[in-house]
């Protein structure tokens, strides 16, 4: 029976984070006898999230983050380096996902590669597959990804911002980096019936048309923004977008984050106070699931998002995003699904430089969404493509 760790996953308490793993983790247990171990903060929250999927989950023996530390099983020092000893020893694969966990941004790179490191030392295949990575600001933490990502059997980037990266300031091979896209394309979303009760709960009339903004109360603490001029920036945009479109809107909360810091739930509720006027729906109900966002916002007429993996559930289910961002990510992402026809300051804008421009809101409220929506339709088989090959290439690591 092939066995697979699965790494770079945080907690599922974001529904991006849960996307990837319920993606990944659908299309490998398809092969027969083929069992994951998912390598979480939140092990019991991330089980019940990724039930039906055929997946373990485990608490990551290598990364052990204090923030999360009232809901992981405690044990000891001793005990945690065996048990880590012991997964290795089960293990056929240690496969790395996480998105953009390899970057300088967040400051958690060096401590995601210990698994991966330590398989390679053990001689156990190791992969990392739809990846953004970089930049690095600090020269220890490149070299300590270089140095993993020579010994990798298996390396792929979810955009050609990262691959160019990867092969001209990184200097790694060119053959050794495929481009393929983000595994969360290949989620399924929920049903019809699903989506059109979550919506009618949330307070929206049925069949009615209406527009996504996707907060992330995090996003601050990687811009020189304060929260108060976010708050203000995105308070104009929904008021903005009502006023130009006359649609509803839909507050679509995707981390649903026990550290209140990044807990897009409180934001979502700020905006909705401050417009007491415009038709706001918040869509925060605890039970709603990656998939169950997925369906939401791939019925919307717009989606403008600050979490990349919301405007991934959109773009992969054929609707126009456009992303606020912090990263190369939102850029790549944007740029390489919607292709050179699209110019990318149309999709993307660095969320600084969004709050910095009272011109931006009425830019995206004006957005071509057929155009947009046209484009979409001759690019999406190729990027669902790009994801489906990496399961492909998993597969074929497992049987070399």
């Given at each position: 029976?092939?066995?697979i760790?699965?790494?770079?996953?945080?907690?599922?308490?974001?529904?991006?984070?849960?996307a990837?793993?319920?993606?990944?983790?659908?299309?490998?247990?398809?092969?027969?006898?083929?069992?994951?171990?998912?390598?979480?903060?939140?092990?019991?929250?991330?089980?019940?999230?990724?039930?039906?999927?055929?997946?373990?989950?485990?608490?990551?023996?290598?990364?052990?983050?204090?923030?999360?530390?009232?809901?992981?099983?405690?044990?000891?020092?001793?005990?945690?380096?065996?048990?880590?000893?012991?997964?290795?020893?089960?293990?056929?694969l240690?496969?790395a996902?996480?998105g953009?966990?390899?970057?300088?941004?967040?400051?958690?790179?060096?401590?995601?590669?210990?698994?991966?490191?330590?398989?390679?030392?053990?001689?156990?295949?190791?992969?990392?597959?739809?990846?953004?990575?970089?930049?690095?600001?600090?020269?220890a933490?490149?070299?300590?990804?270089?140095?993993?990502?020579?010994?990798?059997?298996?390396?792929?980037?979810?955009?050609?911002?990262?691959r160019?990266?990867?092969?001209?300031?990184?200097?790694?091979?060119?053959?050794?980096?495929?481009?393929?896209?983000?595994?969360?394309?290949?989620?399924?979303?929920?049903?019809?019936?699903?989506?059109?009760?979550?919506?009618?709960?949330?307070?929206?009339?049925?069949?009615?048309?209406?527009?996504?903004?996707?907060?992330?109360?995090?996003?601050?603490?990687?811009?020189?923004?304060?929260?108060?001029?976010?708050?203000?920036?995105?308070?104009?945009?929904?008021?903005?977008?009502?006023?130009?479109?006359?649609?509803?809107?839909?507050?679509?909360?995707?981390?649903?984050?026990?550290?209140?810091?990044?807990?897009d739930?409180?934001?979502?509720?700020?905006?909705?106070?401050?417009?007491?006027?415009?038709p706001?729906?918040?869509?925060?109900?605890?039970?709603?699931?990656?998939?169950?966002?997925?369906?939401?916002?791939?019925?919307?007429?717009?989606?403008?998002?600050?979490?990349?993996?919301?405007?991934i559930?959109?773009?992969?289910s054929?609707?126009p995003?456009?992303?606020?961002?912090?990263?190369?990510?939102?850029h790549?992402?944007?740029?390489?699904?919607?292709?050179?026809?699209?110019?990318a300051?149309?999709?993307?804008?660095?969320?600084?430089?969004?709050?910095?421009d009272?011109?931006?809101?009425?830019?995206?409220?004006?957005?071509?969404?057929?155009?947009?929506?046209?484009?979409?339709?001759?690019?999406?088989?190729?990027?669902?493509?790009?994801?489906?090959?990496?399961?492909?290439?998993?597969?074929?690591?497992?049987?070399?």
């Open positions: 029976m092939p066995r760790l699965l790494t770079g996953i945080t907690s599922c308490e974001s529904r991006g984070v849960e990837l793993a319920r993606s990944l983790t659908t299309a490998l247990t398809k092969t027969p006898d083929t069992s994951v171990t998912v390598l979480t903060q939140t092990p019991a929250l991330d089980a019940e999230a990724l039930s039906g999927t055929g997946a373990d989950c485990a608490p990551d023996p290598w990364v052990v983050s204090r923030s999360w530390a009232t809901v992981r099983p405690v044990e000891t020092e001793q005990h945690r380096r065996a048990r880590a000893e012991r997964l290795l020893q089960h293990a056929d240690v496969l996902t996480g953009d966990l390899h970057t300088s941004d967040y400051g958690v790179s060096t401590a995601y590669l210990a698994v991966l490191d330590r398989a390679q030392q053990l001689g156990i295949p190791t992969a990392m597959i739809g990846q953004s990575v970089g930049p690095f600001t600090n020269p933490e490149q070299l300590a990804f270089t140095t993993t990502a020579t010994g990798l059997d298996l390396l792929t980037v979810r955009e050609s911002t990262s160019t990266y990867l092969t001209e300031q990184l200097a790694l091979p060119a053959d050794r980096v495929a481009l393929s896209a983000d595994p969360a394309f290949l989620l399924q979303p929920s049903g019809s019936d699903r989506a059109q009760q979550l919506l009618a709960d949330a307070g929206l009339g049925a069949e009615q048309a209406y527009i996504c903004l996707v907060p992330s109360r995090g996003v601050t603490r990687y811009s020189t923004i304060t929260d108060t001029q976010h708050l203000d920036a995105l308070t104009s945009l929904a008021d903005t977008l009502w006023r130009v479109r006359r649609r509803p809107l839909v507050l679509v909360p995707h981390c649903h984050d026990s550290r209140e810091h990044n807990d739930r409180i934001l979502a509720r700020q905006i909705a106070a401050r417009l007491p006027d415009v706001v729906h918040v869509l925060d109900a605890a039970d709603t699931r990656a998939s169950d966002y997925k369906a939401v916002l791939g019925g919307a007429e717009l989606v403008i998002s600050e979490r990349l993996h919301a405007s559930g959109a773009l992969s054929g609707t995003a456009v992303a606020i961002g912090h990263s190369p990510k939102f790549g992402v944007l740029a390489d699904t919607y292709g050179p026809g699209v110019p300051t149309d999709v993307h804008r660095d969320v600084a430089a969004f709050v910095a009272p011109s931006a809101v009425e830019q995206f409220a004006h957005l071509d969404t057929s155009r947009l929506r046209a484009h979409l339709a001759t690019r999406l088989s190729t990027v669902v493509a790009l994801a489906t090959e990496d399961i492909t290439r998993v597969r074929a690591l497992l049987n070399s």
